[in-house]
C-alpha cells in the first residue's frame, strides 16, 4: 500500500508545484483585479484593454465617465479597465519572475545531469541506456513450505528421542508429518510436549496416530518470510560481488525485481545469475557405514525406509549413503572465505558459530574413524573419515572449484541460503556497446528534432516563434531538472518521450500565437491582441493538456519498466509546458510589449499589414 | 509567414458523407485485418527470446540459421538481419526458468565458430507474464479511455465526450490496421505508442471541440453545421501547424533513432496523420450527427448566467440588508 502511494508521489508533487505556480497565482490576478475593478475612483488614472489611458471622471455602477484628454469625455464599461496607472510602472511582471525562476532551477538541477560531474542529484540511466540486467523472478514458495515441515519433524524427532519415547514411523509425506506411538501412556505427555514446543501446527490424533499439520495462517508467513528472506539474500549477494548499485525489490505478491546495471559481458552476467540462483545450502552429513557397501544397489525408497538419502559426489558421481537429518547446517555459519589448500587448489574455508561447533566437535568425537560428508546444494564435496574430535568450529569445503567459482560461492555461504528456489519470469539484458548506440541515436534525434522545430518556429512566426522556442528550452531543462531532482530513470522510451514533447510543447503556443494573429487580423490592439490572445487560448491549451495527461498518467500507472519511463518523461513535459509555454511566454509579451512595434508584424508576428 | 489565413468558412460538412464513407471503410479494412492475420506479437506479449547479435563485419546469416537447425530446440528459430548488414536478431519461441543458465548462453556456445560477435541484447519473457502484460495493457487502453469520457463529459457535454470517444477509436483502430499490414511486432513499446496517439489525438479533437464550444456561444448562425464549420476553419491553421512540428519530430525519431524504437516511431507517424483527420472530419460530423442542440445548449447557458446572476443579487440584497 504504501509503495502505491509511493509510486505517486512524484507525481501529487509536481501537481502541488504546478497548483502554486500557475493556477493559485491565476486565481489570485483575476480576486485583485476585480477588488481593483470595484475599487475604481475619481481621479484614478486607468488604461482600458483597448490601451487607452485616461483619467476617471465618475464612477457609476456597470459604466464609469473616463475623460481621454481635456475635452473628451466617454462612458466605458467596468470590465474594460485593464489596470489602474500607480506613480511607478513595473517593466518586470510576475509570470517573468516565475518564469525565469523556473529556467535557473531548470538550468541549476540539470546541471549534474548534463555535466556528468560528480556531485549533486543525477538522472539515472536505464538499463536499456547503460547496459545491464534486468530480471523479474518468481518464488516457488512451496518449497520453502516443505523445507519447515522438514525442519518441525527435525525438532519433533529430537524432542521424542530426548524424552525417551518411543515411536514408530515418523514420515513426511508432501506438507503433513505422522507417526505412532507404541505406549499409551504416552500420549498425555506427547500431547502436552508437542502443544508447548511447537507452534503453528495442528495436531490431530487417534488413538495412536499421530497427524501434525501446519496452519493455513503458518503456511502463509512461512510463504511471505520466504520471499522477504530470498530478497534479502540475493541483494546480500550482489551488494558483495562487487558491481555498483544493483536494485533488489519485491514486486507485486510474489516476485522479485533485480536490476545490475554496468554488467560488461555476456559471461559476466551468467556468473551473475549462477549467484543468485544458488541455492547454497551447507550441510554436514553422517554416512551410513552400516549400509554404505549397499549403496551402488539400493533404490531411492529403500534408502528412505532406513532413513538415508543417497547423494552423488560433485566430481566422480559415486554414491554415498547419508542419513537423512543433517548433523548440522549452514544456518550456524559465521563465515566463509577463499583459501587455497597445499596443491595450491581453491577451497572454501568456513567459521562455525557458537553452537554450530559444539555440536560438530561432539560429533566428530563420538564418531572417530566413521565418514562425515561435506554437502552443498545436494551434492558431495568431499566425505574424509574423521580421525579425531574436531575443535574450534572451522571447516573446510574442497572440490573442484574455479577462483571465481569458490568466491563466488563463499559469497552465497555468507549471505545465507536461499529457502525457496527462484526461476526467471522474465529477463532482459543490454550490453553496453548497444547501450551506447541507443544514446547516441537517440540523442541525434532530439537535437534534429528540437533544431527542426526551433527553425520553423521562428520562420512561420518571427519573434513570437522566437518567444516560443525560449519556452521549449526553459521545458526541456525543467524536464531535466526534475528528473534529476527525484533521481528518475532516463530509458530510451523516456528519450523518445522528451523527443514527443518537444513536438507538442510547442502546441500550446502555436495556439496562443493564431489566436493573436486572429485578434490582429481584426484590427485590435497589439496589446489587447496578446491579452485575449492568451485568455482566448487558455481553456482550449488546458482541457487539451489534462486529457493528455490522463492518458499518460494511466500509462504510468498500468506500466512496466521502460515504459514507466515513457509516461514519466511524458507527464512532466506537459506539465512544464503549462508552466513555460503559457505563463513563460506570456510574461515575455508583457515585459516586451512596450518594444513591439506596430509597423514591423511581419517581424513581430509573422504576418503583413 | 501565414498558410492559412480565415476568410469564410469551409464546407467541411457538407462533404461530411465522403470522409465518413472513407473512414467506415478504412476502419473496415483494418478490423478485417486484426480479425483475419491478426497482431504479430512480439516477446514481450507471447512469451520466448530475442537475441541481438552484432558481428565484426557481415553478418553469416545462413550458416547461423543452420547451426540453430542442427539442434532440437531452437530448430525454425527465425533469423533476420536488424538494421544493417552485420547485425542479427534471433527469435524462438522458447525461454528457460533456470536462472543459471539460459537461452542466450546455449545461443553463444552454439554460434561460437561462427564469427566474431557480441551478444548485445536478450530479452526473455516468460509466457506468464507475457499474458500479464496484456490484461494490463487492455484494462491501460480501457482505463484511459473511461478517465477521458468522464473528463470531457464534465468540461464540455455527453455529446462531445461520445463523439471525441468515437473519433479516438477511430485512430486506434486504423494504427492497429496498419500495425498489422506493415507486419509490426507488437511489443510493450507498440502499446504506449498506441496510448499515445489516443492522447495526441484526443488533443487535436479537444482544441477544435474547444472552438466549437466557444462558437456555439458567440456565432449568431443557430445551425450546428455552420457553427462547426466555421470553427474548423478557424482551427485548421493550428491543426496542420502542430501536426507539422510533430510529424517532423516524429519523423526524425524513425529515420535517426535507432532500429529499436522504429515500430514505435512508426506506429506514432501513423497515429499524426490519423489522428490529424479524425479531429476534423471525423469528431466533428459524429457531433452533427448526435444532435447537438444549439438552441438548447445556449438556453441552459443562459438560465445558468441568470441563475447566478439572481443569486449574486440576493447575496448583495442580503448583505446590504435590505430583505
Given at each position: 500500500?504504501?509503495?502505491?502511494?509511493?509510486?505517486?508521489?512524484?507525481?501529487?508533487?509536481?501537481?502541488?508545484?504546478?497548483?502554486?505556480?500557475?493556477?493559485?497565482?491565476?486565481?489570485?490576478?483575476?480576486?485583485?483585479?476585480?477588488?481593483?475593478?470595484?475599487?475604481?475612483?475619481k481621479?484614478?488614472?486607468?488604461?482600458?484593454?483597448?490601451?487607452?489611458?485616461?483619467?476617471?471622471?465618475k464612477?457609476?455602477?456597470?459604466?464609469?465617465?473616463?475623460?481621454?484628454n481635456?475635452?473628451?469625455?466617454?462612458?466605458?464599461?467596468?470590465?474594460?479597465?485593464?489596470?489602474?496607472?500607480n506613480?511607478?510602472?513595473?517593466?518586470?511582471?510576475?509570470?517573468?519572475v516565475?518564469?525565469?525562476?523556473?529556467?535557473?532551477?531548470?538550468i541549476?538541477?540539470?546541471?549534474?545531469?548534463?555535466?556528468?560531474?560528480?556531485?549533486?542529484?543525477k538522472?539515472?540511466?536505464?538499463?536499456?541506456?547503460?547496459?545491464?540486467?534486468?530480471?523479474?523472478?518468481?518464488?516457488k514458495?512451496?518449497?520453502?513450505?516443505?523445507?519447515?515441515i522438514?525442519?518441525?519433524?527435525?525438532?519433533?524427532?529430537?524432542?521424542?528421542?530426548?524424552?525417551?519415547?518411543?515411536?514408530?514411523?515418523?514420515?513426511?509425506?508432501?506438507?503433513?508429518?505422522?507417526?505412532?506411538?507404541?505406549?499409551?501412556?504416552?500420549?498425555?505427555?506427547?500431547?502436552?510436549?508437542?502443544?508447548e514446543?511447537?507452534?503453528?501446527?495442528?495436531?490431530?490424533?487417534?488413538?495412536?496416530?499421530y497427524?501434525?499439520?501446519?496452519t493455513?495462517k503458518?503456511?502463509?508467513?512461512?510463504?511471505?518470510?520466504?520471499?522477504?528472506q530470498?530478497?534479502?539474500?540475493?541483494?546480500?549477494?550482489?551488494?558483495?560481488?562487487?558491481?555498483?548499485?544493483?536494485?533488489?525489490?519485491?514486486?507485486?505478491?510474489?516476485?522479485?525485481l533485480?536490476?545490475?546495471?554496468?554488467?560488461?559481458?555476456?559471461e559476466?552476467?551468467?556468473?551473475?545469475?549462477?549467484?543468485?540462483?544458488?541455492?547454497?545450502?551447507l550441510?554436514m552429513?553422517?554416512?551410513?557405514?552400516?549400509?554404505?557397501?549397499?549403496?551402488?544397489?539400493?533404490?531411492?525408497n529403500?534408502?528412505?525406509?532406513?532413513?538415508?538419502?543417497?547423494?552423488?559426489?560433485?566430481?566422480?558421481?559415486?554414491?554415498?549413503?547419508?542419513?537423512?537429518i543433517?548433523?548440522?547446517?549452514?544456518?550456524?555459519?559465521?563465515?566463509a572465505?577463499?583459501?587455497?589448500?597445499?596443491?595450491?587448489?581453491?577451497?572454501?574455508?568456513?567459521?562455525?558459530?557458537?553452537e554450530?561447533?559444539?555440536?560438530?566437535?561432539?560429533?566428530?568425537?563420538?564418531?572417530?574413524?566413521k565418514?562425515?560428508?561435506?554437502v552443498?546444494?545436494?551434492?558431495v564435496?568431499?566425505?574424509p573419515?574423521?580421525?579425531?574430535?574436531?575443535?574450534?568450529?572451522r571447516g573446510?569445503?574442497?572440490?573442484?572449484f574455479t577462483?571465481?567459482?569458490?568466491?563466488?560461492?563463499?559469497i552465497?555461504?555468507?549471505?545465507?541460503?536461499?529457502?525457496?528456489?527462484?526461476?526467471?519470469?522474465?529477463?532482459?539484458?543490454?550490453?553496453?556497446?548497444?547501450?551506447?548506440?541507443?544514446?547516441?541515436a537517440s540523442?541525434?534525434?532530439?537535437?534534429?528534432?528540437f533544431?527542426?522545430?526551433v527553425?520553423?518556429?521562428?520562420?512561420?512566426?518571427?519573434?513570437?516563434?522566437?518567444?516560443?522556442?525560449?519556452a521549449l528550452?526553459?521545458?526541456?531543462?525543467?524536464?531535466?531538472?526534475?528528473?534529476?531532482?527525484?533521481?528518475?530513470?532516463?530509458?530510451?522510451?523516456g528519450?523518445?518521450?522528451?523527443?514527443l514533447?518537444?513536438?507538442?510543447?510547442?502546441?500550446?503556443?502555436?495556439?496562443?500565437?493564431?489566436r493573436?494573429?486572429?485578434?490582429?487580423?481584426?484590427?485590435?490592439?497589439i496589446?489587447?491582441?496578446?491579452?485575449?490572445?492568451?485568455?482566448?487560448?487558455?481553456?482550449?491549451?488546458?482541457?487539451?493538456?489534462v486529457?493528455?495527461?490522463?492518458?499518460?498518467?494511466v500509462?504510468?500507472?498500468?506500466?512496466?519498466?521502460?515504459?514507466?519511463?515513457?509516461?514519466?518523461?511524458?507527464?512532466?513535459?506537459?506539465?512544464?509546458?503549462m508552466?513555460t509555454?503559457?505563463?513563460?511566454?506570456?510574461?515575455?509579451?508583457q515585459?516586451?510589449?512596450?518594444?513591439?512595434?506596430?509597423?514591423?508584424?511581419?517581424?513581430?508576428?509573422?504576418?503583413k499589414? | 509567414?501565414?498558410?492559412?489565413?480565415?476568410?469564410?468558412?469551409?464546407?467541411f460538412?457538407?462533404?461530411?458523407?465522403?470522409?465518413?464513407?472513407?473512414?467506415?471503410?478504412?476502419?473496415?479494412?483494418s478490423?478485417v485485418?486484426?480479425?483475419?492475420?491478426?497482431?504479430?506479437?512480439?516477446?514481450?506479449?507471447?512469451?520466448?527470446?530475442?537475441?541481438?547479435?552484432?558481428?565484426?563485419?557481415?553478418a553469416?546469416?545462413?550458416?547461423?540459421?543452420?547451426?540453430?537447425?542442427?539442434?532440437?530446440?531452437?530448430?525454425?528459430?527465425?533469423?533476420?538481419?536488424?538494421?544493417?548488414?552485420?547485425?542479427?536478431?534471433?527469435?524462438?519461441?522458447?525461454?528457460?526458468?533456470?536462472?543459471?543458465?539460459?537461452?542466450?548462453?546455449?545461443?553463444?556456445?552454439?554460434l561460437?565458430?561462427?564469427?566474431?560477435?557480441?551478444?548485445?541484447?536478450?530479452?526473455?519473457?516468460?509466457?506468464?507474464i507475457?499474458?500479464?502484460?496484456?490484461?494490463?495493457?487492455?484494462?491501460?487502453?480501457?482505463?484511459?479511455?473511461?478517465?477521458?469520457?468522464?473528463?470531457?463529459?464534465?468540461?464540455?457535454?455527453?455529446?462531445?465526450?461520445?463523439?471525441s470517444?468515437?473519433?479516438?477509436?477511430?485512430?486506434v483502430?486504423?494504427?492497429?490496421?496498419?500495425?498489422?499490414?506493415?507486419?509490426?511486432?507488437?511489443?510493450?513499446?507498440?502499446?504506449?505508442?498506441?496510448?499515445?496517439?489516443?492522447g495526441?489525438?484526443?488533443?487535436d479533437?479537444?482544441?477544435?471541440?474547444?472552438?466549437?464550444?466557444?462558437?456555439?456561444?458567440?456565432?449568431?448562425?443557430?445551425?450546428?453545421?455552420?457553427?462547426?464549420?466555421?470553427?474548423?476553419?478557424?482551427?485548421?491553421s493550428?491543426?496542420?501547424?502542430t501536426?507539422?512540428?510533430?510529424?517532423?519530430v516524429?519523423?526524425?525519431?524513425?529515420?535517426?533513432?535507432?532500429?529499436?524504437?522504429?515500430?514505435?516511431?512508426?506506429?506514432?507517424?501513423?497515429g499524426?496523420?490519423?489522428?490529424?483527420?479524425?479531429?476534423?472530419?471525423?469528431?466533428?460530423?459524429?457531433?452533427l450527427?448526435?444532435g447537438?442542440?444549439?438552441?438548447?445548449?445556449?438556453?441552459?447557458?443562459?438560465?445558468?448566467?441568470?441563475?447566478?446572476?439572481?443569486?449574486?443579487?440576493?447575496?448583495a440584497?442580503?448583505?446590504?440588508?435590505?430583505i
Amino acid at each position: 500500500m504504501e509503495a502505491g502511494v509511493a509510486q505517486f508521489l512524484p507525481l501529487i508533487i509536481l501537481f502541488a508545484i504546478f497548483y502554486f505556480l500557475i493556477i493559485r497565482p491565476q486565481q489570485q490576478q483575476q480576486k485583485k483585479h476585480q477588488e481593483m475593478l470595484s475599487s475604481l475612483k475619481k481621479g484614478d488614472k486607468i488604461v482600458t484593454t483597448g490601451g487607452l489611458m485616461a483619467e476617471i471622471v465618475k464612477a457609476e455602477e456597470d459604466f464609469i465617465k473616463i475623460k481621454l484628454n481635456d475635452s473628451v469625455i466617454v462612458k466605458l464599461d467596468r470590465a474594460f479597465v485593464s489596470k489602474k496607472l500607480n506613480s511607478e510602472m513595473k517593466t518586470l511582471n510576475y509570470r517573468v519572475v516565475i518564469f525565469i525562476s523556473a529556467l535557473i532551477f531548470g538550468i541549476v538541477f540539470s546541471i549534474p545531469s548534463l555535466m556528468q560531474s560528480e556531485g549533486g542529484k543525477k538522472i539515472t540511466l536505464g538499463l536499456d541506456l547503460q547496459g545491464g540486467l534486468h530480471m523479474l523472478l518468481g518464488i516457488k514458495t512451496q518449497e520453502a513450505v516443505k523445507s519447515r515441515i522438514k525442519s518441525i519433524a527435525a525438532t519433533l524427532k529430537y524432542m521424542l528421542d530426548d524424552n525417551e519415547i518411543i515411536y514408530d514411523e515418523l514420515k513426511i509425506d508432501d506438507e503433513s508429518i505422522s507417526f505412532e506411538l507404541l505406549d499409551d501412556e504416552d500420549v498425555a505427555r506427547v500431547n502436552k510436549l508437542i502443544k508447548e514446543e511447537i507452534k503453528g501446527i495442528v495436531l490431530k490424533n487417534s488413538g495412536l496416530k499421530y497427524i501434525v499439520d501446519m496452519t493455513p495462517k503458518e503456511i502463509i508467513l512461512t510463504k511471505k518470510s520466504a520471499i522477504l528472506q530470498a530478497v534479502d539474500t540475493i541483494r546480500n549477494r550482489l551488494d558483495q560481488f562487487g558491481l555498483a548499485e544493483p536494485t533488489v525489490a519485491k514486486q507485486g505478491e510474489d516476485k522479485i525485481l533485480v536490476e545490475v546495471p554496468g554488467v560488461k559481458t555476456p559471461e559476466q552476467e551468467q556468473r551473475i545469475r549462477e549467484l543468485i540462483a544458488r541455492a547454497a545450502h551447507l550441510q554436514m552429513m553422517a554416512v551410513d557405514e552400516d549400509r554404505a557397501a549397499r549403496v551402488e544397489s539400493m533404490s531411492p525408497n529403500e534408502a528412505k525406509k532406513y532413513g538415508d538419502v543417497i547423494l552423488e559426489d560433485v566430481k566422480s558421481h559415486q554414491k554415498y549413503l547419508l542419513r537423512q537429518i543433517p548433523i548440522l547446517d549452514g544456518s550456524m555459519l559465521t563465515d566463509a572465505r577463499v583459501g587455497f589448500d597445499k596443491n595450491n587448489q581453491p577451497v572454501i574455508n568456513f567459521t562455525l558459530n557458537g553452537e554450530g561447533g559444539r555440536i560438530f566437535g561432539d560429533f566428530s568425537g563420538k564418531s572417530v574413524g566413521k565418514r562425515m560428508a561435506v554437502v552443498l546444494d545436494n551434492k558431495v564435496y568431499s566425505a574424509p573419515v574423521i580421525r579425531e574430535r574436531i575443535g574450534g568450529g572451522r571447516g573446510q569445503i574442497s572440490g573442484n572449484f574455479t577462483v571465481e567459482e569458490a568466491h563466488d560461492v563463499a559469497i552465497a555461504l555468507r549471505s545465507g541460503a536461499l529457502l525457496a528456489p527462484v526461476f526467471v519470469m522474465e529477463k532482459r539484458s543490454v550490453g553496453p556497446s548497444l547501450g551506447a548506440d541507443s544514446i547516441k541515436a537517440s540523442s541525434i534525434a532530439l537535437i534534429l528534432g528540437f533544431v527542426l522545430v526551433v527553425l520553423f518556429m521562428i520562420l512561420y512566426y518571427g519573434m513570437a516563434g522566437l518567444i516560443a522556442d525560449v519556452a521549449l528550452v526553459g521545458n526541456l531543462f525543467l524536464i531535466l531538472a526534475i528528473m534529476s531532482l527525484f533521481g528518475a530513470t532516463l530509458t530510451l522510451p523516456g528519450m523518445a518521450g522528451i523527443v514527443l514533447t518537444v513536438g507538442m510543447a510547442v502546441d500550446a503556443n502555436v495556439i496562443i500565437s493564431e489566436r493573436i494573429r486572429e485578434l490582429l487580423h481584426d484590427k485590435n490592439s497589439i496589446a489587447k491582441s496578446i491579452e485575449r490572445g492568451y485568455s482566448n487560448a487558455f481553456t482550449a491549451i488546458w482541457d487539451a493538456n489534462v486529457t493528455t495527461l490522463i492518458a499518460a498518467v494511466v500509462l504510468y500507472v498500468y506500466g512496466t519498466g521502460p515504459i514507466k519511463g515513457f509516461a514519466l518523461t511524458m507527464s512532466i513535459g506537459i506539465m512544464a509546458s503549462m508552466l513555460t509555454a503559457i505563463l513563460g511566454t506570456h510574461g515575455i509579451y508583457q515585459w516586451i510589449l512596450p518594444k513591439i512595434d506596430s509597423e514591423r508584424f511581419n517581424f513581430w508576428f509573422g504576418i503583413k499589414s | 509567414m501565414e498558410l492559412f489565413r480565415y476568410q469564410e468558412p469551409i464546407g467541411f460538412m457538407k462533404q461530411s458523407k465522403r470522409f465518413s464513407m472513407l473512414s467506415v471503410a478504412v476502419v473496415f479494412i483494418s478490423l478485417v485485418l486484426l480479425f483475419t492475420k491478426g497482431f504479430n506479437y512480439g516477446i514481450d506479449f507471447a512469451g520466448g527470446t530475442l537475441i541481438q547479435v552484432k558481428y565484426d563485419g557481415n553478418a553469416p546469416l545462413k550458416d547461423v540459421r543452420d547451426r540453430l537447425n542442427q539442434t532440437k530446440k531452437y530448430k525454425g528459430a527465425s533469423v533476420t538481419y536488424f538494421g544493417s548488414d552485420d547485425e542479427i536478431v534471433i527469435r524462438t519461441k522458447s525461454s528457460s526458468q533456470v536462472v543459471g543458465e539460459d537461452v542466450g548462453d546455449e545461443i553463444r556456445t552454439l554460434l561460437k565458430d561462427s564469427g566474431k560477435f557480441e551478444v548485445r541484447r536478450v530479452d526473455m519473457v516468460g509466457p506468464k507474464i507475457g499474458n500479464e502484460l496484456k490484461e494490463k495493457g487492455l484494462m491501460a487502453m480501457l482505463l484511459a479511455i473511461i478517465g477521458i469520457l468522464i473528463y470531457v463529459s464534465f468540461r464540455f457535454e455527453w455529446r462531445f465526450a461520445l463523439a471525441s470517444v468515437m473519433a479516438l477509436i477511430h485512430d486506434v483502430t486504423i494504427a492497429m490496421g496498419a500495425i498489422v499490414l506493415f507486419d509490426i511486432e507488437v511489443n510493450l513499446d507498440i502499446l504506449a505508442a498506441l496510448l499515445t496517439i489516443l492522447g495526441y489525438s484526443l488533443n487535436d479533437t479537444i482544441i477544435v471541440f474547444d472552438r466549437i464550444r466557444e462558437g456555439v456561444r458567440d456565432i449568431k448562425s443557430p445551425d450546428l453545421g455552420n457553427i462547426i464549420n466555421e470553427s474548423v476553419t478557424r482551427t485548421l491553421s493550428r491543426t496542420t501547424l502542430t501536426s507539422l512540428t510533430t510529424f517532423l519530430v516524429v519523423l526524425t525519431l524513425y529515420l535517426f533513432g535507432g532500429e529499436i524504437i522504429k515500430g514505435f516511431s512508426f506506429t506514432l507517424l501513423v497515429g499524426v496523420i490519423v489522428g490529424t483527420y479524425s479531429s476534423i472530419f471525423v469528431a466533428s460530423p459524429i457531433l452533427l450527427w448526435l444532435g447537438f442542440d444549439v438552441q438548447g445548449f445556449r438556453a441552459k447557458e443562459a438560465a445558468k448566467l441568470k441563475r447566478e446572476k439572481e443569486k449574486e443579487k440576493m447575496r448583495a440584497m442580503y448583505e446590504q440588508g435590505t430583505i
